[in-house]
């Protein structure tokens, strides 16, 4: 069973920086994409973006998209853990942000969530 640990919330105002991170482990196979989703009160949880294992990353909506040019996801293989790098947030950024991860397994892929973490952003 992978277990994927979120950390790096908090409280920030508008314009400040925050880093998220996402750990793997329990892997007996590659962790292949990861990627982060968010949910805001009262709304669908929806994608950030995502990584591949060589590195390759798409945002949400591409170029236009909201996080576009703020957000930066990266990934360090050697230990599984995907980051996300948050600049110049604004308050409707704010939401609990949710790692996600695919192992293919001698069984196939599997699917695997983090529990969150909570980013507010204050104006």
């Known amino acids: 069973q992978v277990q994927l640990v979120e950390s790096g919330g908090g409280l920030v105002q508008s314009g400040g920086s925050l880093t998220l991170s996402c750990a793997a482990s329990g892997s007996q196979f590659s962790v292949n994409n990861m990627g982060w989703y968010r949910q805001a009160p009262g709304k669908r949880r929806e994608l950030v973006g995502t990584?591949?294992?060589?590195?390759?990353?798409?945002?949400?909506?591409g170029v236009k998209g909201p996080v576009k040019g703020r957000f930066t996801i990266s990934r360090d293989n050697a230990k599984d853990t995907v980051y996300l790098q948050m600049n110049n947030l604004l308050p409707e950024d704010t939401a609990t942000y949710f790692c996600?991860?695919?192992?293919?397994?001698?069984?196939?892929?599997?699917?695997?969530w983090g529990q969150g973490t909570q980013v507010t952003v204050s104006s």
């Open positions: 990584i591949t294992k060589d590195g390759i990353t798409t945002y949400a909506d």
């Open positions: 996600n991860a695919w192992v293919y397994s001698s069984s196939g892929p599997r699917n695997f």
